[in-house]
């Protein structure tokens, strides 16, 4: 058996059924070896940023290890802005990355992959033929404990080497959950509260921390409130109150701010969740429970921490804190139920008012998506109006502040879910960084909504000139083509949306059921600021 043949065999017994790759010189024999030796499914992307985008969304929607491989050198160097997003993501792959011969050196493709790896903050190992399967057990394991990419380099002439032929079992998870420390603190923060409010973040999510919550806070009396990681998670909950920070609504806002003690599960409170510390009352009581004291004040203030496991912490705390009302009134259970008001249509000559647009689109869905959402201007408009069920149906790929990841992690998120319809959001800007992705949409033939918010611009970028006084016309793009011809041309279904009566149309298709993608040109206007953007600038984040 060939290294090559091992490390197929090795995925494939790890339970590997979908793998997102582009082919090339260092993953050549790879590639057909699992898809017709052992019938493992290899989705071609059309770049190599595009096939780690897509196994990050299948990895954030399914909850496992996502699968990529790339080939070497220029491969692995297009690769690396969706590494570090998954990496800063904290999404387990298992990247296998091509490298040029060890036994030729000075070939066109060849880079000190291992340093620039590093450089990047990743986690790498080169495969070793003697030890092949293990290799990529191991792998698989710290990709999953560690919460983080983790590349295998392999050399091909090493590839072509002799290995061993008995695959592995999985090694068992080291992953284990801190003791928390002292809660007694904490618990008389929480009792002596009127009005408390429970945030949930990544941290709470990775350690199933769910029903503990749900338990502490009808205990406690408290609100529940998510990062944006966590977006949806409370919401089946009557005193859920969505996201914290720059894309909650006017009425979350209001009743996180009105909180006199605010309890934060592995949530960092970074900049955008505290909204630079603005979304807390002064006299607020922070506390913040994570697994690392690195964590504790790193973006905002804190007034007491626990250093433990949310699910064990939230677990004890229940135990712990006295029981009550508090802010669980029937008053503020109604204005949680009213929500908050629609702002005005503002659309114009320009386009569309997209808060107006996600409104709608969130209307004409049957059923609650998986909404898979890229960078730019317009991310927080379907972020807030489109609602999902839990944060595997919100895939969100900001994490290293680019954008033109979001079609191909929906397409990611796509295989995760057979069936399912997906919501794209993406921004002319983003599509046409990764319009290559279109056709890998069309060949997989996935129910997927694409979604356009298209103010031909960058629209960050124009409102930032705006504010800062500069001429914007640097930014815009007004002589681009027609998108849906465009896509229409690859083999997608397309509409051009420049009236909210044109999406029903889209709606008519959507009730239907999709079964193959479709590409929605919605014409916004650039006259429409979000808020987030406003303060982004205003406390010189952008």
């Known amino acids: 058996m060939k290294a090559y043949e091992a490390i197929a065999a090795q995925l494939a017994h790890l339970g590997a059924q979908h793998i997102f790759g582009l082919m090339g010189d260092g993953n050549l024999k790879l590639i057909p070896t699992l898809q017709h030796e052992l019938g493992v499914h290899v989705h071609s992307a059309r770049h190599e940023a595009g096939a780690v985008a897509m196994a990050d969304g299948f990895a954030r929607s399914s909850g496992g290890v996502g699968v990529c491989t790339f080939t070497q050198g220029p ?32 070939l066109p493709q060849d880079i000190e992959q291992i340093p620039l790896i590093e450089a990047a903050g990743l986690a790498c190992t080169q495969m070793r033929p003697e030890s092949a399967h293990a ?28 290995a061993g032929d008995s695959v592995q079992p999985c090694p068992p998870s080291q992953r284990q959950a801190v003791t928390p420390g002292d809660l007694s603190a904490a618990a008389e923060a929480l009792s002596a509260s009127q009005r408390p409010v ?46 914290a920070g720059g894309f ?32 807390f009352a002064p006299d607020a009581t922070i506390v913040q429970i994570d697994e690392t004291d690195a964590a504790f004040g790193k ?25 009550g009302t508090r802010y669980r009134t029937e008053a503020v259970r109604e204005t949680i139920e009213r929500g908050a008001e629609a702002p005005a249509d503002a659309s114009d000559a320009a386009g569309l008012d997209p808060r107006a647009v996600a409104r709608a689109l969130s209307d004409l869905l049957p059923e609650r998506p998986v909404l898979a959402v890229d960078g730019g201007h317009f991310m927080g408009f379907p972020s807030m109006d489109i609602a999902v069920d839990s944060p595997r149906d919100y895939v969100f790929t900001l994490d290293f502040g680019s954008i033109g990841l979001g079609l191909a992690a929906a397409i990611g998120a796509g295989v995760a879910n057979p069936g399912r319809l997906v919501v794209a959001a993406v921004g002319d800007g983003g599509l046409m960084m990764s319009l290559g992705e279109l056709d890998t949409a069309a060949r997989l033939g996935l129910p997927l909504l694409i979604t ?8 960050a970028e124009l409102h930032f000139l705006r504010m800062s006084g500069f001429p914007e016309e640097s930014s815009q793009f007004p002589t681009t083509a027609p998108l849906a011809p465009i896509a229409q041309a690859i083999g997608i279904e397309a509409l051009a949306v420049t009236e909210l009566a044109d999406l029903d149309a889209v709606r008519d298709r959507v009730a239907k059921g999709l079964t193959a993608p479709l590409l929605v040109d919605l014409r916004i206007t650039h006259t429409v600021r979000a808020a987030w953007l406003e303060e982004a600038f205003a406390r010189g984040t952008h």
């Open 248 to 279: 909650a609504d006017e009425t979350t806002r209001a009743l996180i701010n009105g909180a006199d003690c605010i309890v934060a599960f592995g949530a960092s409170l970074n900049h955008f969740t505290s909204r630079a510390g603005t979304l």
């Open 75 to 106: 491969g692995l160097t297009n690769a690396l802005t969706a590494l570090v997003t998954a990496h800063r993501g904290r999404v387990p792959l298992l990247v296998l990355a091509g490298d040029t011969p060890r036994s030729v050196r000075g």
């Open 198 to 243: 429970l945030v949930a973040g990544r941290g709470a999510l990775e350690s199933d921390a769910r029903a503990a919550l749900l338990q502490l806070g009808e205990t406690a009396g408290a609100l529940l409130a998510t990062s944006l990681p966590v977006n949806g998670w409370f919401s089946d909950q009557e005193f859920g109150v969505g996201i």
């Open 135 to 162: 290799d990529v057990a191991n792998a698989w394991r710290r990709a999953l404990d560690e919460r983080r990419p983790v590349l295998l380099v392999m050399p091909t002439d090493v590839q072509d080497e002799e």
């Open 452 to 459: 356009v918010f298209n103010d031909q611009a960058y629209g």
């Open 299 to 323: 973006f905002t203030r804190f007034d007491l921490s626990v250093t433990g496991d949310a699910r064990l912490v939230a677990e004890q705390l229940g135990e712990q804190v006295s029981a």
